[in-house]
Antibody, heavy 124, light 108 residues
Framework: QLPLQESGPGLVKPSETLSLTCTVS??????????WVWIRQPPGKGLEWIGS???????YYNPSLKSRVTISLDTSMNQFSLKLISVTAADTAMYYC????????????????WGQGTFVTVSS | EIVMTQSPATLSVSPGESATLSCRAS??????LAWYQQKPDQAPRLLIY???TRATGIPARFSGSGSGTEFTLTISSLQSEDFAVYYC??????????FGGGTKVEIK
């Protein structure tokens, strides 16, 4: 069983909403020991942090995406989710979820482990 | 936003040789820096955090150094499984958390 596993549609139409879920195993998503992260990687390009969520409900988003992104937790399912509205072809990417480690509590640090990723194509 | 710049973009190395990868921050990030390895069609894997601390299970041939704005990842005696893309990431000042553009280590 993978520690983190992304799921969701592989194809989204332009202007619609991209919705992905990350199922977490081996740790409760309610724990304050970690935080939860979404990262993406366009084809052939580098990594872009999308946003993070703490178990307290605090969220931080990349300013470049902030107006379009929502990250939420579902503690009953031990999952966290990503919603990205008004998608365009530029949102075509591999989307990864990851667990975040604290530098000290409240201060986000590095990401470990990562899910295997799910590729989302934005096309009509 | 802190911009992370990695160099070179591509590094050609023979197996058994060592590789030195650089990561520069646009402002000081103290030691708040991580390194990741990404092999083709795989998710990134954490190698180093806090600039020089190896993650669990990472071989000793991987070492990180630096502080402030200049960081180095050294891979000694490259093995076949080490040919990959390497990314640095700062977590000193956010949002956003930012990554470098990556260095591809290829077989010479």
């Amino acid at each position: 069983q993978l520690p983190l596993q992304e799921s969701g549609p592989g194809l989204v139409k332009p202007s619609e909403t991209l919705s992905l879920t990350c199922t977490v195993s081996g740790a409760s998503i309610s724990t304050s020991n970690y935080y939860w992260v979404w990262i993406r990687q366009p084809p052939g390009k580098g990594l872009e942090w999308i946003g993070s969520m703490y178990s307290s409900g605090t969220t931080y988003y990349n300013p470049s995406l902030k107006s379009r992104v929502t990250i939420s937790l579902d503690t009953s399912m031990n999952q966290f989710s990503l919603k990205l509205i008004s998608v365009t072809a530029a949102d075509t990417a591999m989307y990864y979820c990851a667990r975040g480690e604290w530098v000290q509590f409240g201060m986000m640090g590095w990401f470990d482990p990562w899910g295997q990723g799910t590729f989302v194509t934005v096309s009509s | 936003e802190i911009v992370m710049t990695q160099s070179p973009a591509t590094l050609s190395v023979s197996p058994g040789e060592s590789a030195t990868l650089s990561c520069r921050a646009s402002q000081s990030v103290s030691i708040n820096l991580a390194w990741y390895q990404q092999k083709p069609d795989q998710a990134p894997r954490l190698l180093i955090y806090d600039a020089s601390t190896r993650a669990t299970g990472i071989p000793a041939r991987f070492s990180g150094s630096g502080s402030g704005t200049e960081f180095t990842l050294t891979i000694s005696s490259l093995q076949s499984e080490d040919f990959a893309v390497y990314y640095c990431q700062q977590y000193d000042d956010w949002p956003p958390l930012t990554f470098g553009g990556g260095t591809k280590v290829e077989i010479k």
